[in-house]
């Protein structure tokens, strides 16, 4: 079994200052990682994921997430936050090993960037 | 290329009728799923298809709901006799396989309200 909690429903920062949004994981097996963020009124697209690989990922528009085992985490960082930024974001876990790709899907937090 | 696509984008229906909500895959995706965006559920997996075959239904809510996909390529969901609780968005997404740490891709969504 999976599961994953995004510990916050809102975060609200301010243009140019860094964004964290926290996850965290539960997984049976060594799990693929995902984050996918949500524009109003559009679909789902991948941020970056992790598959096992480096713990330190790099995704798109300048986001980054580290894997951390020990804790079970996969916190979603940026070191300047941009006012297209402003989005819902979702942390997604995965099965692991050669089982098929079933996504669990956190319940979102909603980024606010303020000029 | 084109993405997945979803028809329709929107649909209204009255309770008690049946409705079906299409998905064209991204050309040469052999994995398709189902999921569910609501209010009070977050985003949920529904099915999952690996070719024709679908090896796990187990996120269907009830019998009211079943989904078919035919050559390997478009998928319908139907869900007959509609309640008010079906009302959400229902999204696809297709990847190469269905192996875990695949990118899936997302198409845009169907907005089903039941009235």
């Known amino acids: 079994a999976q599961s994953v909690t995004q510990l916050d429903s809102h975060v609200s920062v301010s243009e140019g200052t860094p964004v964290l949004l926290r996850c965290n994981y539960s997984s049976s097996y060594s799990p693929s990682l995902f984050w996918y963020v949500q524009h109003p009124n559009k679909g789902l697209q991948l941020l970056l994921k992790y598959t096992s690989a480096a713990t330190l990922v790099k995704g798109i528009n300048g986001f980054e997430a580290e894997f951390k085992k020990s804790e079970t985490s996969f916190h979603l960082t940026k070191p300047s936050a941009h006012m297209s930024d402003a989005a819902e974001y979702f942390c997604v876990v995965g099965a692991g090993g050669t089982s098929y790709g079933k996504l669990t899907f956190g319940q979102g937090t909603i980024l606010t960037v303020h000029p | 290329g084109a993405g997945v696509s979803q028809s329709p984008s929107n649909k209204v229906t009255e309770k008690g009728k049946d409705v079906e909500l299409r998905c064209d895959p991204i050309s040469g995706h052999t994995a398709l799923y189902w999921y569910r965006q609501s209010l009070g559920q977050g985003l949920e997996f529904l099915i999952y298809f690996q070719g024709n075959s679908a090896p796990d239904k187990s996120g269907l809510p009830s019998d009211r709901f079943s989904a078919e996909r035919t050559g390997g390529s478009v998928s319908t969901l139907t869900i007959q006799r509609t309640q008010q609780e079906d009302s959400a968005v229902y999204l696809c997404?297709?990847?190469?396989?269905?192996?875990?740490?695949?990118?899936?891709?997302f198409g845009p969504g169907t907005r089903l309200t039941v009235t």
């Open positions: 997404a297709s990847s190469t396989t269905g192996l875990a740490g695949g990118e899936q891709y």
